[in-house]
T-cell receptor, first 113, second 113 residues
Framework: GQQLNQSPQSMFIQEGEDVSMNCTSSSIFNTWLWYKQDPGEGPVLLIA?????ELTSNGRLTAQFGITRKDSFLNISASIPSDVGIYFCAGQLPTDSWGKFQFGAGTQVVVTP | NAGVTQTPKFRILKIGQSMTLQCTQDMNHNYMYWYRQDPGMGLKLIYY???????DKGEVPNGYNVSRSTTEDFPLRLELAAPSQTSVYFC????????????FGPGTRLTVL
């Protein structure tokens, strides 16, 4: 499958700081999704993006669908302890129309008080 | 609604043993998926189903089998367990091909020794 490069792999931040992570690929995607996974749980969808340039917010989270359609960004503002977890991006190729996704390897976020 | 449930939560198998990972959803979703998650990697699609009686291979189907006799259940079968199948397995479901409706179960952690 196509490779999604997600960075950074991990980040240690202080409570109150802003967090930025991104996902890039050499392929064009129709859809970008951002998930959060808590320890011992399955991923939970945070934000879905469907159009190039789209900027969508969900509380303190903001994600953008890159203009080139080859990347996406997720920002978390004013981090709190419960933001700890692994954040995954997922992209849907134009040839995969039924809900099939490529997943990034995840960004581990650790928040210290 | 319970959402997507998976059993067991943990299992240790010996090489060559077989087992079935159970997945049930009570949301009347048509689409169901099985993923595996290896350390430091994104989710890889094993098999998927678009409705009762219809299944198809995903990205990494070798060593696995599935069936979909009802809308609610989508079991994953390992016939001859191998150490390479040590992973965390997630089942997911969605109502349609719309990408923002995929719900994940809590996962099954499988170790093959």
């Amino acid at each position: 499958g196509q490779q999604l490069n997600q960075s950074p792999q991990s980040m240690f931040i202080q409570e109150g700081e802003d967090v930025s992570m991104n996902c890039t690929s050499s392929s064009i995607f129709n859809t970008w999704l951002w998930y959060k996974q808590d320890p011992g749980e399955g991923p939970v969808l945070l934000i879905a993006l469907y159009k190039a340039g789209e900027l969508t917010s969900n509380g303190r989270l903001t994600a953008q669908f890159g203009i080139t359609r080859k990347d996406s960004f997720l920002n978390i503002s004013a981090s709190i302890p419960s933001d700890v977890g692994i954040y995954f991006c997922a992209g849907q190729l134009p040839t995969d129309s039924w809900g099939k996704f490529q997943f990034g390897a995840g960004t581990q976020v650790v928040v210290t008080p | 609604n319970a959402g997507v449930t998976q059993t067991p939560k943990f299992r240790i198998l010996k090489i060559g043993q077989s087992m079935t990972l159970q997945c049930t959803q009570d949301m009347n979703h048509n689409y169901m998926y099985w993923y595996r998650q290896d350390p430091g990697m994104g989710l890889k699609l094993i098999y998927y189903s678009v409705g009762a009686g219809i299944t198809d291979k995903g990205e990494v189907p070798n060593g696995y089998n599935v069936s979909r006799s009802t809308t609610e259940d989508f079991p994953l079968r390992l016939e001859l367990a191998a150490p390479s199948q040590t992973s965390v397995y997630f089942c997911a479901s969605s109502y349609s091909v719309l990408t923002d409706t995929q719900y994940f179960g809590p996962g099954t952690r499988l170790t093959v020794l």
